[in-house]
C-alpha cells in the first residue's frame, strides 16, 4: 500500500463529520484562571485584548463539528493561556502589527484552540516558530504532553505544517529506525569477502546475540508506532 503524505494523513482526520455526541461547551463557561473570559466579539478584528480574542476563538469552536477539536475540548472549561500575537513588521510599515486569526480552516481553528489549551512550552522552539518569517500566528512555541497534532506545536499545526514541526512524533521515528537501520545492517551485517570493514576475530556467537537483540527492538519500536506505520502501508517484516 502506498504511503500517503504525513500532512494528508493529519487533514483527513480533521475532516468534519455529523452525529457526534461530543460538543464545546458556551463561550460564557469558559475560564482563566479561575475567573470568567469576556464576552466573545464578533471577529478577531474586534478583539481588543488577549482575553476577548480568546473568547472568539472559543465562540468558534463552539461552532464546529470538527472532530480533533471537539476531542481537545472534551470535558474541559478552563484554557490554561491567553493567546499573545507574533508582532511583525507589515509591508511598507514602521511599526509592528499582530498577525490576523483566520479559523476557516480545520488546521487553523484546531491550532488555535490547541494553544489555549496544550500544557507544555518547550525550552527551545520549534524552527518554525524561531524562523524570523515567523510562519504561525502566536508568539509561543507550545506543544501538548498528550500527544496532540502528532506531537507538533500549535503554530505548525495552524499553518498545516504539522510534519515539519521538530516535535512532531514521525522525528523521533524517522531518528530510531535510523538508528536501528545502520545497527544492522552497516555494523553487524556479515561482511562481504574482501571487504575493508571485515573483523576476522568477531565472536559470531556474539554477532548473533547482538542482531537478535536489534530484531527485538525494531519489534518495541514497531510497537511504539505501530498506528503510524499501518498509516504508512508497512508491516513488521
Known sequence: MMARDEDDQVRSSEDEIE??????VPTKQWLYKSAR???APS?????????????WILAQAEKTTNRIVLDLTD??????????LRRFFGKNSREKTSKVLNLDRPQ???????HLLADKEPHRPCQTCASSRGEGPFAECVV???NWFNGACSNCQYKSLASKCDYYKSKGFVLLCSSWYVFKTDVYKEEQPGSSRVNKNRNKSTSNKLEELSDNAVRVLFNLFKDEMYERGIDED
Open 37 to 39: 473570559l469576556p464576552k
Open 108 to 114: 487553523a481553528l484546531s491550532g488555535a484552540v490547541g
Open 19 to 24: 452525529d457526534i455526541d461530543l460538543e464545546v
Open 75 to 84: 470535558g474541559v472549561t478552563e484554557i490554561l493561556r491567553l493567546p499573545n
Open 43 to 55: 471577529s478577531a478584528e474586534e478583539a481588543t485584548s488577549a482575553a476577548k480574542l480568546a473568547a
Open 144 to 146: 501538548s504532553t498528550k
